[in-house]
C-alpha cells in the first residue's frame, strides 16, 4: 500500500494537486479540510462545533479529526492507498496516524511537503476568497491561519524527517510543473495506474 502525506500551509496546493495524483495513481483521497467542510454545510453536530475554530484560523481540535479519518480508511478497505491531505497537522495527529496504520500492517511511504512563500500563500487565497465563498477565505482570517499553521504543522515536518520520510517540493511554479515535480518522487514508489 502506497500512504502519502501531501504536507504544506493553507494556499500551498495540497487540494490542488491532491485531485490530480489521486487520478494518475488511483488513490483514496482524504481531505480534513474537505471533510470538515461538508460537515458544516450539513450542519451536523460536529460542523456547527468545526465551523467555531475554522471560522477563526484556529485547528479544529485534535480528537474531531482523528475520529473522521479513522473511519474514513475504515470505508476503504481494499484501497491501493491513501493520499492525506492537510492531515497530520498537528504532532498528535501524526501519531495518531501512525498507530492507525500500524493496526491495518501499513504505515506513511512518502510525505511530500510544498514550500511556497509567504507572500504568494495570501495571493492565491485572497483570490480564491473572491469566488469560494469560504468564510476563512478573507485576509485577516488568512494571517491567522498560516501563524497556527508556523506554529503548530510546521514541526510535524521534523517528526516525518526524523524517520526519513520527508521530501520538499518548489511549490510556487504553475501548477503542471510543481505536478511533475511531485510524480517524480512518487514513481520512486508506485507507477501511474492504468
Ligand atoms: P484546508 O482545506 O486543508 O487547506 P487549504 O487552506 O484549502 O489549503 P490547500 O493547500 O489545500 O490550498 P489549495 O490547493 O486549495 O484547511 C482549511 C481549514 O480546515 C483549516 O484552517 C482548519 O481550520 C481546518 N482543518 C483542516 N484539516 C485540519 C486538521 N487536520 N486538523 C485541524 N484542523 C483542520 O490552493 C489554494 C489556492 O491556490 C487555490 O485557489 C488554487 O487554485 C491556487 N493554487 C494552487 N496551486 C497553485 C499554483 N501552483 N499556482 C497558482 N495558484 C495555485
Excluded: W
Excluded at 467542510?37 to 485534535?62: S, W, Y
Excluded at 509567504?118 to 465563498?133: A, C, D, M, N, P
Amino acid at each position: 500500500m502506497f500512504n502519502l502525506v501531501l504536507f504544506g500551509p493553507p494556499g500551498s496546493g495540497k487540494g490542488t494537486q491532491s485531485a490530480n495524483i489521486l487520478q494518475t495513481y488511483n488513490l483514496i483521497h482524504i481531505s480534513t479540510g474537505d471533510l470538515l467542510r461538508d460537515e458544516v454545510a450539513r450542519q451536523t453536530p460536529l460542523g456547527i462545533e468545526a465551523r467555531k475554530f475554522m471560522d477563526q484560523g484556529l485547528l479544529v481540535p485534535d480528537e474531531v479529526v482523528i475520529g473522521m479519518i479513522s473511519s474514513k480508511i475504515d470505508e476503504n478497505p481494499e484501497a491501493r492507498g491513501f493520499i492525506f491531505d492537510g492531515f497530520p497537522r498537528t504532532r498528535a495527529q501524526a501519531e495518531a496516524l501512525d498507530k492507525l496504520l500500524e493496526f491495518k500492517n501499513t504505515s506513511i511511504t512518502l510525505v511530500l511537503s510544498l514550500e511556497v512563500t509567504e507572500e504568494e500563500l495570501i495571493k492565491r487565497l485572497v483570490g480564491r476568497g473572491q469566488t469560494s465563498g469560504r468564510s476563512d477565505d478573507t485576509e485577516e482570517v488568512i494571517v491567522k491561519r498560516i501563524k497556527e499553521y508556523r506554529s503548530k504543522t510546521e514541526p510535524v515536518a521534523g517528526y516525518y524527517k526524523n524517520h526519513g520520510k520527508l521530501e520538499g517540493i518548489a511549490g510556487n511554479h504553475a501548477i503542471e510543473e510543481t505536478f511533475k515535480m511531485l510524480c517524480k518522487h512518487i514513481n520512486k514508489y508506485i507507477l501511474p495506474a492504468e
